[in-house]
């Protein structure tokens, strides 16, 4: 009896420890969905559904999706947020065309922030995700010291096109080596102004541009953690 008591308390501890451990791992899901549920709430925007368009909601400013081309694109970050910008085909129409075409084909869906430099830029474009990458087709660049008027000075918020070749030296084939890469500017960095084609900016999304730029990142400026774009897709200003 003594050997029975003992082994049927080993299992009552046994069922005890499992039932124990049912409690903590269902507690833990239910943590882990209640963050997942704190994270979509803490995106910088709302959605709602009108006439069966989602409407995208920006503190006052609202957007719809487009069907055609615009000069309004969303960048839609995943676990980050949207950034809605403007792009000026005035200032630099091959720029432009070149992006809209990418962006038309779905190139920057799934790609990543590879180079993040708080205080500077934040980086995309790049399908090898290391910053060599590109299309497969490069642009003439759209700057003063290529021979092209462009006054879109490197302020925050402010889009430019990166350079597949680098810039050193300066070259003709530096110069006009563009592709896809473009990086957006946090902080004013008018020093590139006249050497990198500016080619649209920031209307939404400032703080979406803060938190990215505010990664972890290793030794060269790539986040920990990938930085994921969603999509880039044309927008219009929705009145309603």
């Known amino acids: 009896m003594t050997f029975y008591n003992a082994y049927d308390k080993i299992i009552l501890v046994m069922k005890v420890k499992k039932v124990i451990k049912i409690f903590l791992c269902m507690s833990l899901l239910f943590i882990l969905s209640s963050c997942g549920n704190k994270e979509e709430e803490n995106l910088n925007y709302t959605t709602s559904e009108v006439d069966g368009k989602t409407i995208y909601t920006i503190k006052t400013k609202k957007y719809v999706s487009s069907d055609k081309e615009t000069n309004l694109v969303m960048i839609d970050v995943r676990d980050y947020g949207i950034m809605v910008a ?9 720029t432009v065309e070149n992006f809209k075409n990418l962006v038309s084909k779905n190139f920057y869906s799934g790609l990543i922030f590879h180079r993040v430099m708080k205080n500077f830029v934040i980086q995309t474009g790049d399908p090898q995700g290391n910053g060599i990458g590109g299309s497969d087709k490069t642009i003439k660049g759209e700057f003063e010291a290529n021979g092209v008027k462009n006054d879109i000075s490197h302020v925050r918020g402010v889009l430019s096109m990166a ?36 080619f649209g900016k920031l209307v939404s999304g400032y703080d979406v541009l803060d938190k990215i730029a505010s990664v972890e990142t290793n030794m060269n400026d790539k986040p920990i953690n990938d930085v994921v774009i969603k999509n880039v897709r044309f927008v219009e200003y929705y009145e309603g």
Do not use: C, H, M, W
């Not at 403007?86 to 091959?94: G, T, V």
């Not at 680098?166 to 080596?177: A, K, L, R």
């Open 163 to 198: 350079r597949k070749k680098g810039s050193n030296p300066e070259t003709s084939e530096t110069f006009n080596s563009a592709s896809s890469q473009f990086y957006i500017v946090q902080d004013d960095a008018t020093y590139l102004d006249g050497k990198y084609a500016g």
């Open 86 to 94: 403007e792009l000026y085909p005035d200032k630099a129409p091959i």
